[in-house]
């Protein structure tokens, strides 16, 4: 099997000890790492910030959008549309306000929904969930489901295309870190999943290839009255994932891994006390995203190592230029004048470029790729 060259090697003046007590005169370390923060990684002490560039020509920039305008009524998934994509993956925004009239089944891949706005009850061929805001509910490739909004509900959508959601695998931490499998709720046969069962015409939206194809009953299909097995849709919600912490260590994004698909990650970033150590770096670090694109949807709180960064927005940090906290976040965490985040985002990391949709260009917010120049710069935050 191949394996990475690995040469640890030391160069000039630096620290040992990556994230942690930063050279005064070179306090702005810049990690390139492969294979996401799997690979091998080499650690640079920077006298400048090295997102402190004058101008920026070219495609390859940071983008920022305000999906706010984009959670008009949708009505159903095969409305929703999509914002960012590849052949592993796709991401909508869907919206409702009414229940679904149609039942739907996604046959390209599993569906990832988060709850960013509302409640109201799901049904599908397990049984019967209750959602909320904050919930993640799973559902696996060719299940029939339906959505009744109790309040108007918004939800981000990611489909692994072709694929599937697993856990990820946490190693020394054991099986019961960040949440235990317990946690999962999958449906219950209960009063209110019978009570829908009935002999009136419904009908089934199927999604494959992208093409919708509609098949009618004259009766309601989610009419199990029981099941076994070890597949079905599950819910959890953010409140319930326990984050891993270092209080001497500023932890990469993966470690707040939530769910794995065959090329791409979904992580989980809920608050948490900040790193409490009088040497430890105290946001994220500056790194070069040389595998991945990054996308960050920021769902509720108090974003630490952005500005002017609001809920219901998200954010798209192509594979191939270094990013890492704005100007104002940094200058914060080096003062320490928070002890404790609480933010609430959802992260993917995809192994394949993502494209744009061109329904993002209207509620693109243009000057987010300067919001790294700072004073120095001469350009805003």
């Known amino acids: 099997m191949p394996h990475w060259i690995n040469f640890p090697h030391r160069e000039g003046a630096g620290t040992r000890q990556a994230h942690a007590d930063l050279p005064e005169d070179a306090p702005y370390e810049r990690e390139i790492g492969r294979g996401g923060f799997f690979g091998p990684a080499t650690h640079l002490h920077h006298r400048h910030p090295p997102t402190a560039w004058e101008h920026w020509e070219g495609p390859l920039r940071p983008h920022a959008y305000d999906l706010n305008p984009q959670f008009a009524h949708s009505g159903s998934p095969l409305e929703a549309t999509v914002l960012l994509s590849n052949p592993h993956c796709q991401l909508r925004v869907l919206s409702l306000s009414t229940?679904?009239?149609?039942?739907?089944?996604?046959?390209?891949?599993?569906?990832?929904?988060?709850?960013?706005?509302?409640?109201?009850?799901?049904?599908?061929?397990?049984?019967?969930?209750?959602?909320?805001?904050?919930?993640?509910?799973?559902?696996?490739?060719?299940?029939?489901?339906?959505?009744?909004?109790?309040?108007?509900?918004?939800?981000?959508?990611?489909?692994?295309?072709?694929?599937?959601?697993?856990?990820?695998?946490?190693?020394?931490?054991?099986?019961?870190?960040?949440?235990?499998?317990?946690?999962?709720?999958?449906?219950?046969?209960?009063?209110?999943?019978?009570?829908?069962?009935?002999?009136?015409?419904?009908?089934?939206?199927?999604?494959?290839r992208g093409q919708a194809s509609?098949?009618?009953?004259?009766?309601?299909?989610?009419?199990?009255?029981?099941?076994?097995?070890?597949?079905?849709?599950?819910?959890?919600?953010?409140?319930?994932?326990?984050?891993?912490?270092?209080?001497?260590?500023?932890?990469?994004?993966?470690?707040?891994?939530?769910?794995?698909?065959?090329?791409?990650?979904?992580?989980?970033?809920?608050?948490?006390?900040?790193?409490?150590?009088?040497?430890?770096?105290?946001?994220?670090?500056?790194?070069?995203?040389?595998?991945?694109?990054?996308?960050?949807?920021?769902?509720?709180?108090?974003?630490?190592?952005r500005d002017n960064i609001k809920p219901g927005m998200l954010t798209f940090h192509p594979c191939g230029f270094t990013h890492g906290p704005h100007p104002k976040a940094f200058a914060a965490g080096r003062e320490h004048r928070k002890t404790f985040t609480d933010e609430v985002a959802v992260m993917l990391d995809s192994r394949d470029a993502l494209d744009a949709s061109p329904a993002l260009v209207a509620c693109e917010f243009p000057d987010y790729v300067n919001s790294w120049r700072g004073a120095n710069a001469g350009g805003t935050v």
């Open 99 to 208: 229940a679904m009239a149609r039942l739907f089944r996604n046959a390209d891949g599993d569906d990832l929904l988060f709850v960013h706005q509302g409640c109201g009850e799901l049904f599908c061929d397990f049984g019967h969930l209750s959602y909320r805001d904050g919930d993640y509910l799973l559902i696996p490739r060719g299940t029939m489901w339906r959505l009744e909004p109790a309040r108007a509900t918004v939800l981000l959508m990611i489909e692994a295309s072709n694929g599937s959601f697993q856990l990820p695998d946490k190693g020394l931490v054991g099986a019961h870190a960040l949440f235990d499998e317990a946690m999962l709720d999958p449906p219950v046969i209960d009063a209110a999943f019978l009570a829908q069962q009935s002999e009136t015409p419904w009908q089934l939206v199927i999604k494959r």
């Open 214 to 305: 509609t098949v009618s009953f004259p009766f309601n299909p989610l009419d199990a009255i029981g099941w076994h097995g070890n597949l079905a849709v599950c819910r959890i919600n953010w409140r319930d994932i326990r984050p891993l912490m270092s209080h001497r260590y500023h932890l990469p994004p993966s470690a707040h891994t939530t769910f794995v698909s065959e090329r791409f990650v979904v992580c989980t970033f809920v608050p948490r006390p900040i790193e409490s150590d009088p040497g430890a770096l105290r946001v994220p670090f500056y790194h070069s995203n040389e595998d991945f694109d990054e996308v960050i949807f920021y769902h509720a709180g108090d974003f630490f190592s």
